[in-house]
């Protein structure tokens, strides 16, 4: 099956920092999806993204599908960023996911 | 616009018993149905998938199981929980394959 691999596991900022999550996936996917989960557990979908750049006020997603990796950018990071992000790929009628980025945001 | 919901939010059960987790989706129709644990740690283990009435995909073997008896409805159940089964059990519908994924707000389930 489809291995989906995300980096770096933890991740450690300062408010008002900037910061790059990256997820790889092991084959062609029909599309890509990154999720925020927040302390309290509720996942909450980000982006749909099988290719391009997608932007959302201070985040942004960019999928290259042919080397089979998407990144996540994150600026001037809020301590409400704070959370796991996941990524989730689809393919042959499933969606998995990778074991997310823990991503801590320090005032 | 669609909603999904999952109960009990949380519970906490002995081991042995047995366990009943209902999902429902509101505002769509014949979405892809899913369930996921996620285990002390972060990761998103998926366990059972439905693309319709009827029809289930098992990912891991255990002595979980599920059922989809109406369209919009997805019930994850067991004869006899064990310790290892403590987790957060999440539900997920998606547009059919590929489309946007949306999560319900879990059960918190503890086995004693």
């Known amino acids: 099956g489809i291995q989906v691999e995300q980096s770096p596991p933890d991740l450690i900022l300062q408010e008002g920092a900037n910061s790059t999550l990256r997820c790889n996936f092991s084959?062609?996917?029909?599309?890509l999806q990154w999720f925020h989960q927040n302390p309290w557990g509720q996942l909450i979908n980000l982006f749909y993204?099988?290719?391009g750049t997608k932007q959302n006020g201070r985040l942004s997603a960019t999928t290259v599908a042919t080397e089979r990796y998407s990144l996540l950018y994150i600026s001037s990071s809020q301590t409400t960023d704070s959370g796991v992000y996941f990524c989730?790929?689809?393919?042959?009628?499933?969606?998995?996911f990778g074991q997310g980025t823990r991503l801590t945001i320090n005032p | 616009s669609q909603t999904i919901h999952q109960w009990p939010a949380t519970l906490v059960q002995p081991v042995g018993s047995p366990l009943s987790l209902e999902c429902t989706v509101e505002?769509?129709?014949?979405?892809?149905l899913y369930w996921y644990r996620q285990a002390a740690g972060r990761g998103l283990q998926l366990l059972f998938y439905?693309?319709?009435?009827?029809?289930i995909s098992s990912e891991v073997p255990q002595n979980l199981s599920a059922s989809r008896p109406q369209d919009r409805q997805f019930i994850l159940s067991s004869k006899k929980l064990l310790l290892s089964d403590s987790g957060f059990y999440l539900c997920?519908?998606?547009?059919?394959?590929?489309?946007?994924?949306?999560f319900g707000p879990g059960t918190r389930l503890t086995v004693l």
């Open positions: 989730g790929i689809e393919g042959a009628q499933k969606l998995v």
């Open positions: 993204i099988p290719s």
């Open positions: 439905s693309v319709g009435i009827g029809q």
């Open positions: 505002g769509t129709s014949n979405p892809n």
């Open positions: 084959d062609s996917v029909n599309n």
């Open positions: 997920a519908w998606s547009y059919g394959a590929g489309g946007r994924a949306y």
